[in-house]
């Protein structure tokens, strides 16, 4: 079950009403509707047939089930049985290998995927970074986009001039700001998305590690940007394989692994036990 809400913002309801993200039990697979399905299926009754000690858990990815139904497809589980609280004030980064459960988890949280089973509540404006192009119109312009967020966004004539002005000084796109966005090369892209998602700082703050795609200069720029934002949130929460990152923005770390929470701490806890298992295993 999904619960999004977001916050008046009556300073008297403040502590009532600040952000939070409250996790229970939650389990999300995918199933497979690829022909290779069948082969995959028999594959898969044949290892439950070895002695459990040979079929040792991939590193990477989720876990390949068949599904307990009568239809019998096989799913991937992306994310088993994970739970956690987000308050107000943390900021969160998510790490593990590849095929660990990150970007799902984000999408979860970001109302993308719906999970089942498994509880969700969000409380608090979301605002997404996990798609180049999250939450824009490819057939519209750059400029159009804006304004279609000011239109969701309920702004005001003023409000919107502002926005305008905003994004286009910090995408830097010249005259492609007035063509449609599917011109675009991914970090153009990039720099419409990213200014769009963080001219207004939400309560919550998802953001998956593309962001840092783009040249070094526009890097510089979002870092920049990016901080006055974080500053301005409840909760950021951000995937990312580079360990620097997660150490400098964040106060806490959930570390996925085979889509389970295998460590959820302070970060340099967590970074330490995470580096250690990377030099024994690889
Ligand atoms: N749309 C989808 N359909 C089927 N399986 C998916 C889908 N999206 C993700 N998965 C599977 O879910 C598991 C978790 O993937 P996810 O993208 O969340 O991992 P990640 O930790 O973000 O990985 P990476 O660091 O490589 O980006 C993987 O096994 C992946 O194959």
């Not at 703050?205 to 920049?224: P, R, T």
Request: proline share 4%.
């Amino acid at each position: 079950m999904t619960s999004l809400s977001s916050s008046p913002s009556s300073p008297a309801a403040a502590d009532r009403d600040r952000a939070i993200i409250r996790v229970n039990h939650l389990t999300l697979e995918f199933p497979i509707f690829h022909g290779g399905a069948r082969s995959l299926k028999k594959t898969l009754f044949r290892r439950a047939k070895q002695p459990l000690a040979a079929v040792r858990a991939a590193r990477t990815g989720g876990q390949v089930v068949v599904g307990e139904d009568s239809s019998g497809v096989v799913h991937v589980r992306a994310l088993t049985d994970v739970s956690f609280t987000i308050h107000a004030g943390e900021r969160i980064g998510l790490i593990g290998h590849n095929g660990a459960g990150k970007s799902t988890l984000l999408r979860v949280l970001g109302g993308i995927y719906v999970p089942q089973p498994g509880m969700l509540t969000v409380r608090g404006s979301v605002e997404t970074l996990i798609d180049t192009n999250s939450g824009m119109n490819p057939e519209l312009t750059g400029r159009e986009n804006i304004f279609l967020q000011a239109q969701h966004k309920a702004l005001r004539t003023a409000e919107l001039k502002k926005l305008e002005k905003d994004v286009e000084s910090f995408a830097a796109l010249g005259e492609f700001m007035d063509l449609p966005v599917r011109l675009y090369s991914s970090g153009m892209a990039i720099r419409l998305g990213f200014g769009l998602a963080t001219a207004i700082a939400p309560q919550i703050l998802l953001m998956d590690e593309w962001f840092m795609a783009g040249d070094a200069k526009f890097q510089e720029k979002a870092l920049q940007r990016l901080a006055g934002v974080v500053d301005g949130s409840d909760i950021l929460v951000i995937t990312s394989h580079s360990l620097g990152i997660i150490a400098e923005w964040c106060t806490r770390v959930i570390w996925l692994e085979g889509g389970r929470v295998q460590m959820d701490g302070p970060t340099t806890d967590v970074l330490t036990a995470y580096t250690e298992a990377m030099s024994n295993h690889g």
